[in-house]
């Protein structure tokens, strides 16, 4: 079974770097780079999980997530920053975040997350 991960990032660098990396872990990779379209993609593409930046144009990762939990609850999103701090991970989880991860990425800590929520969103 392959998954399908979305991946939501304003920044071309990044999103071309994890749609690489998992594409070479045999995932469907979607992408988009600002609030809207991932809420958009979400709709099109029905993704098991979604790697979302919190700091967003258009539409910040939060108001995505806000939405998520009335439109999309079972997709399962690991929020994403650079400047992490207390109050944007707290904010991330209450809103229906499964996880967190800081950028840069530590590629064997996100892949053991993704895959961990991906198995308990096959079990759920």
């Not at 991932?38 to 593409?45: G, N, S, T």
């Not at 998520?68 to 707290?90: C, F, K, N, Y």
């Amino acid at each position: 079974m392959s998954f399908r991960i979305l991946v939501v990032d304003d920044d071309p660098d990044v999103r071309d770097l994890l749609t690489r990396f998992l594409k070479r872990r045999g995932y469907i990779v979607e992408h988009a780079c600002d609030g809207e379209e991932a809420l958009a993609a979400v709709r099109e593409h029905e993704p098991d999980l979604m790697l979302l930046d919190v700091y967003l144009p258009k539409m910040t990762g939060l108001d995505v997530l806000f939405h998520m939990r009335d439109e999309h609850p079972d997709t399962r999103t690991i929020a994403l920053s650079g400047i992490p701090g207390d109050q944007i991970v707290q904010s991330s989880k209450e809103l229906g975040a499964v996880d967190f991860i800081t950028k840069p990425f530590d590629f064997p800590a996100l892949t053991a997350k993704i895959d961990a929520n991906l198995v308990a969103g096959v079990m759920a």
